[in-house]
């Protein structure tokens, strides 16, 4: 069984796109899974993550506050104004363009910690840096969406900041809570749940899909090329900017994956819950969930090929 696991966390990029795919040719396999479904299995995500943390991930954030504070500013200043220079340059339409930003303003996806194990990279400051960011979103989030996207929709940011209470900070605190009093138990899940995490992110992804599958076809490529942009030029801003601070290459590429990587299964949550009048603003958010499992599981192969500089 943990052989199986292991392959299925490995090759989760693939299993992804399989969703995904299955979605827009067969949407029926997913439609009996409403929208409403996401939150629940982003809350079942999260709530791993709870189980993996442990105090010594928090005590390093005490001890490397320099390293933490470069990648979060990074996390939350790249990435958001990615999104608003890329919606603005290919003219994407209203909708299109909220789901972009609402990628960009989310925090750091719980995959980033994986590759950044396979690419080598320094996983404390990556699982450091996951933990922080996925704390301030409930304040950094909203309020972002708000600068960037508050001229174009109406942005409920006190309505958002609950949802990511919700959704993300109480099931990680009730994992942390787990592990804190069920040891034994804890001990014993933590090794499946990186695939058991791939198999529920496949799932969203496959649900965001299939509700948008018409949309997807018709005018799909240009969102498309949109979103591997962004996701491409976080990895490459990322790693740069570790470089131009005169950080190790392990945490070079620890702030590249993390910058480029985001929660994009909340960005699609948030846009079906807040802005329900913008059904494409959930797009994005489902091309990204895809396509940067697939560039991430490409950058920690070219940065394992790569000699420390």
Known sequence: MKTLCQYISKYMGALVLLAAAVAVWQPELF???????????????MFGMGLTLSPSDFKMVLRRPKD????CLAQFTVMPLLAMGLTWAF??????????ILVGC???????????????????????MTATSTLLAPLL????????????????????LLSIVYVVIAPILVGLLCQRFLPRLTQGVVPYLPAFSSIVIAFVVGIVVSHNAERLLVGGWLVVLVVMLHNVCGLGLGYLIGR???LADAKRRAISIEVGMQNSGLASSLATLHFA??????????????????SGALVAR????KKPS
């Not at 925090?107 to 194990?117: E, L, M, Q, R």
């Open 31 to 45: 439609l009996w899974m409403g929208p409403r479904t996401i939150n629940p299995m982003l809350g079942v995500i």
């Open 68 to 71: 933490i504070l470069i990648g």
């Open 91 to 100: 003219r994407l339409p209203k909708e299109l363009a909220l789901g972009v």
């Open 106 to 128: 989310c925090p750091g996806g719980t995959a980033s910690n994986v590759i950044t194990y396979l690419a080598k990279g320094d996983l404390a400051l990556s699982v450091g």
């Open 141 to 160: 989030t909203p309020l972002l969406v708000w600068l960037i996207a508050g001229t174009m929709v109406n942005v409920d940011t006190v309505g958002m």
């Open 244 to 246: 131009g601070l005169g």
């Open 277 to 294: 009048a913008f059904p494409m603003a959930t797009i994005p958010g489902a091309i990204f969930s895809v396509w940067h499992n697939i």
């Open 302 to 305: 070219l940065y394992t090929y």
